[in-house]
């Protein structure tokens, strides 16, 4: 059963970066795409990043593109999300998910981290 668990969430300023990371565990890693999720209070599951199992097959979500980078590192099981430019909107608590096909619709996908919050204010 694979699990996941997701850290690196923080308080930190508008415009300023910051990395999470999601470790997997109990799956083949290499064969997993691996994606990055938030949710806003009061908002829905938000597609955010993610990355197939084969290398440089990445998708963003729109408010998102161009600061926000995904990767993974596959002998750490591990996939990363490097968010740079931070603003307010941002605000939300992160989730990862895995899968074996791609996911951008929360509703699809069925293995979730416990989240970790991430606060843009100032």
């Known amino acids: 059963q694979v699990q996941l668990a997701e850290s690196g969430g923080e308080l930190v300023q508008p415009g300023g970066s910051l990395k999470l990371s999601c470790v997997v565990s109990?799956?083949?890693?290499?064969?997993?795409?691996v994606g990055w999720f938030r949710e806003a209070p009061g908002k829905e599951r938000e597609f955010v990043a993610t990355?197939?199992?084969?290398?440089?097959?990445?998708y963003y979500g729109d408010s998102v593109k161009g600061r926000f980078t995904i990767s993974r590192d596959n002998a750490k099981d591990t996939v990363y999300l490097q968010m740079s430019d931070l603003k307010p909107e941002d605000t939300a608590v992160y989730y990862c998910e895995a899968d074996p096909a791609i996911i951008t619709d929360a509703r699809f996908a069925k293995t979730w981290g416990q989240g970790t919050q991430v606060t843009v204010s100032s």
């Open positions: 109990g799956g083949t890693f290499s064969r997993l795409t």
């Open positions: 990355t197939g199992w084969s290398t440089g097959t990445t």
